[in-house]
């Protein structure tokens, strides 16, 4: 429907699927900020506070000496709901005065979940570009767009009216919905079945591995991984067909001033 240049790789595309965090936004200075404070409320009333924030980070992926999360990490791949059983998990085997087992997952629930559920401060949402500009661009052009996020729906919906472009989206997917968490194709399927795209036709823009393996089981026709997320360009090269610095660097060949978009001058 539309040729969209995704920096130096064009493809004719009638939906494209954006991840949300490292995606549309840049990932650490939002979870940097969320976790340290998800981390700290959990160890509040802890004896052995130092002790159980290192089994914490080693369960989670974070390397605390140089402030970065595994590329692999559970932290930065899975469902709000399972990272809760880990944290649980280490609060069970490790916190002093001894938890018991209902006793670790409901302060889980209360300190480090809540934390991870509360509305971010509109500050730690970094767009990588003029996201209404980009995306209205694309719509313009008769493309469909698509957000499908490992984060839970109130969260993303909170952050998608933040960004300002909620009403330019044609489908939101996010972990508590009802189908199978990424990587599985599912939730993709389900959104190019909606618009009536075949899958061929549809591109997967994301910045980590789980991404991209959910766009190559679906079978869709260009799987896109940024820069702006944990995993580098050799984590993602072996994945995806093309890797850019950013969403800026996506456009529309021809038309809404696409070359500003291309090459990320709008930065």
Partial sequence: ?????????????????????????????????????????????????????????????????IRRFSTHGPFTTAANAKIGVLVAGVLYRHAQPAPSWDEAESLTARTFLAGLAAPPAPGLLIAPTDLPALFGC??????????????????????????????????????????????????????????????????????????????????VGLCVGVLTGPAGREDLAPYADVVIESIGEIGVAGDCGWEDYGNGSDQ
Wanted: net charge negative; with cysteine.
């Fill in 138 to 219: 694309l719509r313009a052009a008769g493309v469909h767009i698509a957000v499908i996020t490992s984060d839970e729906r109130a969260a993303t919906l909170y952050t998608l009216d933040a960004l300002g472009v909620s009403d330019l989206l044609c489908a939101v997917i996010a972990s508590d919905d009802a189908y199978p968490k990424k990587p599985a194709p599912d939730a993709l399927w389900a959104v190019c079945a909606q618009q009536g795209v075949a899958v061929e036709r549809a591109v997967m823009v994301g910045d980590s591995l789980t991404d991209m393996r959910m766009g190559r089981a679906a079978g």
């Fill in 1 to 65: 429907m539309a040729l969209v240049n995704f920096a130096s790789q064009l493809f004719d595309a009638d939906l494209i699927v954006f991840d949300k965090d490292g995606t549309l936004t840049e990932f650490d200075p939002l979870w940097q900020a969320i976790y340290g404070e998800a981390v700290e409320a959990v160890l509040a009333g802890l004896e052995n506070r130092a002790e159980v924030a290192g089994e914490l980070h080693a369960a989670l992926g974070y390397d605390p000496t």
